[in-house]
């Protein structure tokens, strides 16, 4: 069975300062997808980005990046200079991505979010 | 841009009473699930539900609970007999599941709050 761990419950910083979120994860497929999802105060599940197994090249898009190593099962999301809006509960997840035949209904496996706050 | 819509964004009810959450998935679709966020806790999995049939179901998923695809466009969740611990956030998501990717990308509803009294 799959796990996603994220150790860190909570964090705040100060505005401008910039933060990341660990993610670590465990399954013995070896084909699989990685997530991180926002959840701001109103509730919603906020897509930021997906990740397959086979490419562990890092990502950014604007103040997000994202580092992705299959050595050690981890896939962290750093915020640079963050802002007020970023304050969030930010969820990293985990599908397996299937046999040839099976596209799309593997379920999503969920960390336990980490609450950022950025002090104004 | 599609997205997934859900009904009503927050539910009352009494213990012991029948509550459907409705959910109308992006139109194309093949795949659709619930998870459910009790509040202050994970998105944890409740069912996975493909070609009219339930493909995965969890431990929460128990007898209380049931899917349908009553049309062609609403997916709905009912609770038969709602207890306390049922009050929690419920997602529901879709995803295209073809292989012409987005692969695997689900697709969440913004959640409808139910809140068992």
């Known amino acids: 069975a799959q796990k996603v761990t994220q150790a860190q419950t909570e964090i705040s910083v100060v505005e401008k300062e910039d933060v990341t979120l660990d993610c670590v994860y465990e399954?013995?497929?070896?084909?699989?997808?990685l997530f991180w999802y926002k959840q701001p105060p109103s509730g919603e599940l906020v897509f930021l980005i997906r990740?397959?197994?086979?490419?562990?090249q890092n990502e950014i898009s604007g103040r997000y990046s994202w580092n992705f190593q299959k050595s050690t099962s981890s896939f962290n999301f750093t915020i640079t200079a963050s802002q007020v809006v970023d304050s969030a509960v930010y969820f990293c997840a985990l599908t397996l991505g299937g046999g040839i035949s099976n596209f799309g209904n593997e379920k999503l496996t969920f960390g336990t979010g980490t609450r950022l706050t950025i002090i104004p | 841009e599609p997205e997934v819509t859900q009904t009503p964004s927050h539910q009352v009810t009494q213990m012991g009473q029948e509550v459907i959450l409705r959910c109308v998935p992006i139109s194309n679709h093949l795949y659709f699930y619930w998870y459910r966020q009790i509040l202050g806790q994970k998105v944890e999995f409740l069912v996975s539900?493909?070609?009219?049939?339930?493909?995965?179901k969890s431990e929460i998923f128990d007898d209380q609970f049931s899917v349908e695809r009553p049309d062609g466009s609403n997916f709905t969740l009912k609770i038969r007999s709602t207890k306390l611990e049922d009050s929690a956030m419920y997602f529901c998501?879709?995803?295209?599941?073809?292989?012409?990717?987005?692969?695997?990308?689900?697709?969440f509803g913004p959640g409808t709050r139910l809140t068992v009294l």
């Open positions: 998501a879709s995803s295209d599941g073809r292989n012409s990717a987005p692969h695997n990308e689900q697709f």
């Open positions: 990740r397959n197994s086979f490419d562990e």
């Open positions: 399954t013995r497929d070896t084909t699989y997808y």
């Open positions: 539900f493909y070609n009219n049939e339930i493909s995965e």
